[in-house]
Nanobody, 126 residues
Framework: QLQLAESGGGFVQSGGSLRLSCVSSGFTLDGIAITWFRQAPGKEREAVSCISGDGEVRYADSVEGRATVSRDNIKRNTIYLQMISLTPEDTGVYYC???????????????????WGQGTQVSVSS
């Protein structure tokens, strides 16, 4: 069974950057699309970025130009989310999720995913 675990969160000042990791166990992430979500306190979980099994990437408007999602083609079980120019609005718990090989049309819908990590907290101070 595929399991996911996020890491790399922490406290950062506004304008700073972070690199989050999503690491799988049980299987490599070859050919599997991974989507990053985040959830701020009191808000719904929102999609941030998706990378498909063949490398297609998608970004939410809120992070376009500030986020880069990528695969580690050596480790094969790790997906990264690099974010720069962080603002307090980027604060939240960041999750990675998987379901199939593609960033489908509804990639931003949480109900399209059946495998989730436990999340990693990102806190951006002003």
């Amino acid at each position: 069974q595929l399991q996911l675990a996020e890491s790399g969160g922490g406290f950062v000042q506004s304008g700073g950057s972070l690199r989050l990791s999503c690491v799988s166990s049980g299987f490599t992430l070859d050919g599997i699309a991974i989507t990053w979500f985040r959830q701020a306190p009191g808000k719904e979980r929102e999609a941030v970025s998706c990378i498909s099994g063949d490398g297609e990437v998608r970004y939410a408007d809120s992070v376009e130009g500030r986020a880069t999602v990528s695969r580690d083609n050596i480790k094969r079980n790790t997906i990264y989310l690099q974010m720069i120019s962080l603002t307090p609005e980027d604060t939240g718990v960041y999750y990675c999720a998987a379901n199939g090989p593609y960033c489908r049309m509804g990639w931003f819908r949480t109900y399209n995913y059946d495998t989730w990590g436990q999340g990693t907290q990102v806190s951006v101070s002003s």
